[in-house]
């Protein structure tokens, strides 16, 4: 895998790993000052995620990014 797509990997996961603790913080949550910050992250996580599958398709068309890694 190249390096480029090792990070892009790392990318989606993290974006991922926002998104989940953006639902639990959420979830726990006992004011609105929390809301808006877990909000933010999930927003943000939500983002993220969409411009990295979206680089990936290009890398994927280009025939670098490689699924068994």
Do not use: F
Not at 2 to 31: F, S, T, W, Y
Not at 42 to 58: H, M, N, V
Request: net charge negative.
């Amino acid at each position: 895998m190249k390096p480029c797509d090792h990070n892009l990997r790392q990318v989606i996961l993290l974006a991922e790993r926002m998104i989940k603790l953006a639902n639990d913080g959420d979830d726990d949550r006992e004011d609105t000052g929390c809301g808006i910050l877990y909000g933010m992250l999930r927003d943000s996580g939500y983002k993220i995620k969409q411009l990295a599958e979206a680089e990936k398709i290009k890398h994927i068309a280009k025939g670098w990014w490689d699924e068994r890694c």
